[in-house]
């Protein structure tokens, strides 16, 4: 299956990115590295994760707060956000 992002997930990328590189230099690279980890466990395993709705699941990342919410079509994996875990947790259900 192949991953793919919503504009507003991309977005919530760059931010994540732009975030951790203002705090220090190539701490926006490390958050990347593990965001792609995470996807591609995803990728594999696409129903280990946390159920969070009927069809949508969470992917937690590693070493950073945030997590992947996706659902599982047929031939693909829609990554609806990579939110940040301090956020409201339904903030991601205005985007289905």
């Given amino acids: ?56 699941h969470r992917c937690l990342l590693g070493r950073f707060p945030y997590g992947i919410i996706y659902s599982i079509e047929t031939d693909c994996i829609i990554i609806v956000s990579v939110m940040n875990l301090h956020q409201h947790p339904d903030t991601w259900k205005s985007r289905i």
Wanted: charged fraction near 30%; hydrophobic fraction near 50%.
């Fill in 1 to 56: 299956m192949k991953p793919l992002f919503l504009p507003e997930a991309t977005g919530d990328i760059a931010r994540a990115i732009e975030y951790y590189e203002a705090i220090q230099i190539n701490l926006g690279l490390d958050f990347l590295i593990e965001l792609e980890k995470a996807v591609a466990r995803i990728v594999e395993y696409p129903k280990a994760w946390q159920k969070i709705s009927d069809d949508f």
